[in-house]
Each structure stands twice: as structure tokens, then as C-alpha cells.
């Protein structure tokens, strides 16, 4: 059981170049969600979606896109990457049936992107 | 909109010192409340969490009670450990919709033997 998995683990990018990161699970969760970490920001929500078939913006999704290929995997695309893309970015996910108050989000490990 | 107000960090303690790293939120609901580490290279993991008012999540000998009079949400343990240096953050989720998190900026805590 390898719960969130993230790729790649590192990036760096030119200005103007495109691509995607990939993030799978294994819990059978119903919703996931891709956050950006920032030094003195916390984590910020990009986009999530709530259940497979469906994506929706979070609090800065300008400059990224998303796909929810299947239940098991949300990709985060970058089309033309530009310096202030620079982050650590987060997949997470959740069971998202709405029978938990409070549910768990489960964290991958993290992909680290720079952008010259 | 939704926010959590979390302590400047780092927080610097030796070991066996009590803990404690302060949150505040605003929200229009009644949100849920919760504590998430980052250790060093990894993802966030959930450590305590809560519901209601004066629920108090515990784990790892880590405790947070919900304090609905005066929205807060702060973190205390009795005696860190070197183990416990990490990044911790405080976030709520609104119960009126989906469940997205809404994070603090965070609190590095550093223990030195």
C-alpha cells in the first residue's frame, strides 16, 4: 500500500517550457487535490476534484490545468512555466463520501519545481 | 473568506520543554479543526484533529482544544523531543461544503538535545 505517489521528486524548468506532474493513489479515495507550498504561505489549493469526472479551481489555479485521468490519478499541467511557478507542489487525497466530519487528507511527498 | 492565523516560528526549545504554538481562525461556519507535521522531506500527515466546541484532538502526546469563544486551536505538549522537529500547521475545513483544508502559514519547531 503505497498511499499518494508523486512524479517526479524534483524539476527544473525554462521559462516558457511546458509539463506535467503526475500523482496516483492507492486508497481508493474519492477526492484529490494539488497544492503549491510556499516559504510564509502554507500551502495554497490549486485545483481538486471532489470525485472522478469532476475538477474545479481552487484559491490560485491561474498558470496551471488539471486532468483526472481515472479515480486513481490527478495530473497537474503546466503550460508555459514562468519563475513564479516555483514551489514545492502537493498531491493529497481524501475518501470524499462525505460520511466522515473531518476527514483525512493523505499527502504524497512532494515535488519539488524550479523555473529559470 | 475563510483564514488561520498560526505563530511566527522558528520555535526553539530544548528537550523535555513544554510546547506551545498558538492558532486562531476565522470562518462564517462552524468549521472542523486540525493539526498537520511536515518532517523534513515529506508530505503533511494528520496529527490531531476536531469537530466541536472543547472536543480536544490528542496524539502522539501532542493536545489542541477547540475554543469556540475565543477561535483558537492551539498546540501543546507536555515534553518535546529532538523527533518532534518539524513543521506544523493549522488549518480548518468549512463543514457548509466540500471539505478543502484552509492552512496556516505554519511553525517550524526546532528541539536541540
Known amino acids: 500500500n503505497a498511499g499518494v505517489t508523486q512524479t517526479p521528486k524534483f524539476q527544473v524548468l525554462k521559462t516558457g517550457q511546458s509539463m506535467t506532474l503526475q500523482c496516483a493513489q492507492d486508497?481508493?479515495?474519492?477526492?484529490m487535490y494539488w497544492y503549491r507550498q510556499d516559504p510564509g504561505m502554507g500551502l495554497r489549493l490549486i485545483y481538486y476534484s471532489a470525485s472522478e469526472g469532476t475538477t474545479d479551481k481552487g484559491e490560485v489555479p491561474n498558470g496551471y490545468n488539471v486532468s483526472r485521468l481515472n479515480k486513481r490519478e490527478f495530473s497537474l499541467r503546466l503550460e508555459s512555466a514562468a519563475p513564479s511557478q516555483t514551489s514545492v507542489y502537493f498531491c493529497a487525497s481524501s475518501d470524499g463520501t462525505g460520511v466522515t466530519l473531518a476527514e483525512e487528507q493523505f499527502f504524497g511527498p512532494g515535488t519539488r519545481l524550479t523555473v529559470l | 473568506g475563510d483564514s488561520v492565523t498560526q505563530m511566527e516560528g522558528p520555535v526553539t526549545l530544548s528537550e523535555e520543554a513544554f510546547l506551545t504554538i498558538n492558532c486562531t481562525y476565522t470562518?462564517?461556519?462552524?468549521?472542523?479543526l486540525f493539526w498537520y507535521v511536515q518532517y523534513p522531506g515529506e508530505g503533511l500527515q494528520l496529527l490531531l484533529k476536531a469537530t466541536k466546541a472543547d472536543d480536544k484532538g490528542s496524539n502522539k502526546g501532542f493536545e489542541a482544544t477547540y475554543r469556540k469563544e475565543t477561535t483558537s486551536f492551539h498546540l501543546e505538549k507536555g515534553s518535546v523531543q529532538v523527533s518532534d522537529s518539524a513543521v506544523y500547521f493549522c488549518a480548518l475545513s468549512d463543514r457548509a461544503g466540500f471539505q478543502k483544508l484552509v492552512f496556516g502559514t505554519g511553525t517550524r519547531l526546532l528541539v536541540s538535545p
Open positions: 486508497m481508493n479515495h474519492n477526492s
Open positions: 470562518a462564517t461556519g462552524y468549521p472542523s
